[in-house]
């Protein structure tokens, strides 16, 4: 069986008033990503790692944000879209594990609906998803809540 890795990051900033989305869920939060599309950077982050295991490129070549299609779509439309990309060249999605890196707010209680918006997306079940979370214990630009980071690996295999 030929199995392989991929490894996703994104990144956004953070700006007043603008809705927080992350995994597909809306987190209650002052501010939220900002972005060409919802801004989701867990779900770009899952894309990426995708992409990139089936070494095909990234979800800015297949989702550039200079085309009007992309703007303001949910991501988890864009995740749907990439494994069924990843399905057409014979390659199956395994597990993902993922990371957000952010001081506030606490996303442990919005964790089982993420996995569950993200496993229906991906066509995988919630145990093949693991999701969580850390600050950067207040330094630098997530410290200073000005962005969010998402961090994702994969594993995919041949059909």
């Not at 956004?12 to 972005?35: W, Y």
Request: hydrophobic share 45%; aromatic share 6%; proline share 3%.
């Amino acid at each position: 069986m030929k199995i392989k890795v991929g490894f996703g990051f994104d990144v956004h900033q953070l700006k007043e008033g603008h809705p927080f989305i992350l995994g597909g869920v809306q987190v209650q939060h002052h501010s939220g990503a900002f972005g060409h599309s919802d801004a989701d950077v867990l779900v770009h982050a899952i894309c990426d790692a995708i992409l990139g295991a089936a070494n095909l490129e990234d979800i800015g070549h297949h989702f550039p944000n200079t085309d009007a299609r992309w703007k303001g779509v949910n991501s988890l439309i864009l995740l749907q879209e990439c494994v069924k990309i990843l399905q057409d060249r014979g390659w199956i999605l395994g597990n993902v594990d993922a990371m957000l890196c952010l001081e506030t707010p606490k996303i442990k209680p919005y964790i089982p609906q993420m996995k569950q918006r993200i496993a229906a997306a991906a066509g995988i079940t919630e145990e093949d998803i693991s999701i969580k979370a850390t600050t950067n214990e207040t330094m630098g630009f997530i410290g200073r809540q000005e962005g969010v980071v998402a961090y994702a690996v994969c594993l995919i295999e041949r059909r």
